[in-house]
């Protein structure tokens, strides 16, 4: 099990920090929870920033975990002279780790953080103890999944390697509303597009604000978070799946229609040291709003 920590400035609680790399890349990332806690890496989703860590940061606390969220380069506070491949993106946080002065570490990666989560499963496995997988995007390779997504997500995956311009264009189009008018962007979504599970926990009030301001700051540097996040889930990731060897839990629901169960699925026959949770009627939402306390249970074995 991970040490606890002692005080480090680069590690304050409720603070945001900053970290720049030696290739021009900079990364902003905040602390939450526990201030002495384990250290837990949270990876957010697509389109997201570190502010989502703040659904998890009062279970954090409870037991004994440090979240440390980090904006991916063009979400919130960070950003990177040129995209990065998910392998870069493995030696920057291996970078991020060292200046943080942490010898080992867990993991969260939830939606579109789950290809960063593996890659970095993967590559640092010297120094993960054990990670979670939360309604996780997987390779797009998996064909099951792929024809589960909807109709626009698969236009857009299918366009990005050979019409950038086209879905870049795409984006900046679509990027004012959930920008500037993120509770109806929202309610918009659920209507149209999530099941019961989702629309419920949605209409939860003190939850809105959070999600609102997560989307806003994960938006404010423009399309560029999400372009890139695109570039790397078009990327052929699927083979370092077979390396990964800590433990690894998966959680999905059977209704997500952001993501399709079955990623996750796939996910779990691909990584030799995971198991799962396949959760009846749960939705995209639902999961890492109702069922987080089983990761903090499953990371505290």
Known sequence: MPAMQTHNPRLTIGCDHHY??????HIQYRCQGHPQGRALLYFHGWPGSRLEADLMKDLAFTHGW????????????????RPLSLNDWALLVGRLIAYLGLERFSLIGLSGGGPHACVVMAKLS???????????MGPLHCKDGFMKLHPFQRILARLTPSQSWLVRGVLHSIRPLPYYGPSLFLRLMAQGLLPEADRKVLDVPELRPLLCANMREGLSRGIEGM???GLRFVEDWDDLLASISCP??????????IVPIEFGQHLATSIPSAEACWLEGEGHFSIPLQHASSCFTFLDE
């Open 20 to 25: 720049t790399d030696p290739t021009g890349a």
């Open 248 to 257: 690894v839990k998966i959680w999905h629901g059977y209704e997500d229609t």
């Open 227 to 229: 372009w890139q996040d």
């Open 66 to 81: 440090m979240l440390i969220a980090p904006d991916r380069p063009g979400y919130g506070g960070s950003f990177s002279p």
């Open 126 to 136: 010297n120094q993960l103890d054990r990670a979670c997988l939360v309604v996780p």
